[in-house]
């Protein structure tokens, strides 16, 4: 995994955890179901909002949906 990669996993899995208060391991070798974890919907907009601000990012209304796990918002910013 490339360096830039794993930072932008461990930046989204730190406001992941954050947002939810539930402590999410960080580091190269992150289990599957980790980035699989979901949320609820109230949680899901603070990650989002937390998200756009953390990677100056913004993030559409349909691409919103989109972001339903750690794995698909790193997918996104790893294009971005």
């Known amino acids: ?3 830039k ?3 932008i996993e461990n930046e989204v899995i730190s406001i992941i955890s954050k947002e939810t208060k539930i402590k999410l391991a960080k580091n190269s070798k992150i289990n599957k179901s ?3 974890f979901k949320w609820d919907s109230l949680q899901h907009i603070k ?3 937390a998200i756009e601000k953390k990677f ?3 993030i559409g209304i349909s691409t919103v949906d989109k972001l339903h796990n750690i794995k698909s918002i790193v997918n996104f910013l790893k294009k971005k």
């Open 1 to 3: 995994m490339s360096n």
């Open 56 to 58: 100056k990012v913004k």
């Open 47 to 49: 990650i989002i909002i």
């Open 5 to 7: 990669i794993e930072k």
């Open 34 to 36: 980790v980035l699989k």
